[in-house]
Nanobody
Framework: QAQLVESGGGLVQAGGSLRLSCAAS????????MGWFRQAPGKDRDFVAA????????YYADSVKGRFIISRDIAKNTVYLQMNSLKPEDTAVYYC?????????????????WGQGTQVTVSS
């Protein structure tokens, strides 16, 4: 059974950095685009970043552009989210997701598989 497992979340002060990892198992996601979303309490699940299966193209939400970097290691079936210059408003549960479709990577409905999420808390 396909599974995505996030790790790397935690508590960090504003201005700090964290790197999230998403390990895929149960099938190969080498042909899947991968995305990161986040959801704060009482809010919708928002797009953060996405990367095509080749890793050649990346997409970012305006709120994280210039601060976050998405990357993937196909051999390890893992996608990463390097988060720098963190702000309190980045506090949320972060989810990784995989999709077999192309395009509309900013929409949660595009994705076929989801992880359970990892909490990121940024203190001021």
């Amino acid at each position: 059974q396909a599974q995505l497992v996030e790790s790397g979340g935690g508590l960090v002060q504003a201005g700090g950095s964290l790197r999230l990892s998403c390990a895929a198992s149960g099938r190969t996601f080498s042909r899947s685009a991968m995305g990161w979303f986040r959801q704060a309490p009482g809010k919708d699940r928002d797009f953060v970043a996405a990367i095509t299966w080749s890793g050649g193209t990346t997409y970012y939400a305006d709120s994280v552009k210039g601060r976050f970097i998405i990357s993937r290691d196909i051999a390890k079936n893992t996608v990463y989210l390097q988060m720098n210059s963190l702000k309190p408003e980045d506090t949320a549960v972060y989810y990784c997701a995989a999709t077999l479709y192309t395009g509309t990577y900013h929409l949660p409905g595009t994705y076929n598989y989801w992880g359970q999420g990892t909490q990121v808390t940024v203190s001021s």
